[in-house]
């Protein structure tokens, strides 16, 4: 269902599934604030291609890692736009290392963006989106899987979904719902940078479609919550991962 004079913004929003999900919701007719923290010339590049369809969007750099960066992200959304309607807390980082042979450093900046960032940015919607709003936040299918080596991002998405649960029903009283997308393996630069074609084909054989899924597969799933058709889900957390667990 097309949307009406929304805004979303979008963390993350330059690049892999960051980057579907601002093309998508711009196909669906939000405004969108395309958020990037050093990767300007992409984000400029999304906002060009969604212009070039007929959208509207604007690039924010902001650093979702730092206190100041989600309160900047809405102050230039409500200055181009109005209103915020929906949120979608896509950025994250991962640092892979057995918990015995993770550093402090590498504790702290996943902690700091993946869920630091995440509460800051479900501490200012709460704040300032329009009743009837959407949050989308994003945990990881690793949450459940117990995988070796990731130890520290899979807990800082468990507790992405726990604020999800909590704020849901904080909110639930003005008609936003909050949810989270867990997804498993997708085929972006990132995920496949360093692997071989061996290990990208066995990752691939974990679920039963026998394929990675594509920045487009979840940016599908975020734009059916973030609008109308989604208004009866809230407080879930979303496994799109082909059905791998």
Not at 74 to 93: C, K, M, P, S, Y
Request: charge should be negative; include cysteine; glycine fraction near 14%.
């Amino acid at each position: 269902m097309p949307y009406v004079s929304r805004t979303a913004i979008v963390t993350g929003g330059s690049k892999g599934i960051g980057a579907a999900i601002s093309r998508r919701l711009a196909a669906e007719g939000c405004a969108v604030v395309v958020n990037y923290a050093h990767g300007r010339a992409a984000a400029e590049e999304v906002v060009r291609d969604i212009e070039a369809a007929g959208g509207r969007a604007i690039a924010a750099g902001a650093d979702i890692g730092a206190l100041s960066g989600i309160p900047a992200l809405f102050d230039a959304a409500e200055q181009a736009f109005g209103t915020v309607d929906v949120l979608v807390n896509n950025a994250g980082i991962m640092a892979l290392a057995p918990i015995a042979g993770c550093d402090d450093d590498a504790f702290a900046q996943q902690v700091a963006i993946n869920l630091g960032g995440v509460f800051r940015g479900m501490r200012e919607a709460a704040r300032r989106l329009a009743d009837g709003g959407r949050i989308v936040s994003f945990s990881s299918s690793v949450v459940g899987l117990y995988q070796p080596g990731y130890g520290v991002y899979a807990a800082t998405k468990a507790g992405v979904e726990a604020m999800t649960h909590v704020l849901a029903r904080e909110l639930g009283g003005r008609g936003i719902t909050v949810n989270a997308v867990a997804p498993g393996p997708v085929a972006t630069d990132l995920f496949l940078d360093g692997k071989s074609d061996d290990q990208v084909a066995a990752i691939a054989r974990m679920n039963p479609f026998g394929r990675l899924g594509t920045p487009e597969d979840i940016a599908r799933v975020v734009a059916f919550l973030a609008g109308a058709d989604g208004g009866w889900i809230s407080g879930q957390v979303i496994r799109a991962n082909g059905g791998a667990i």
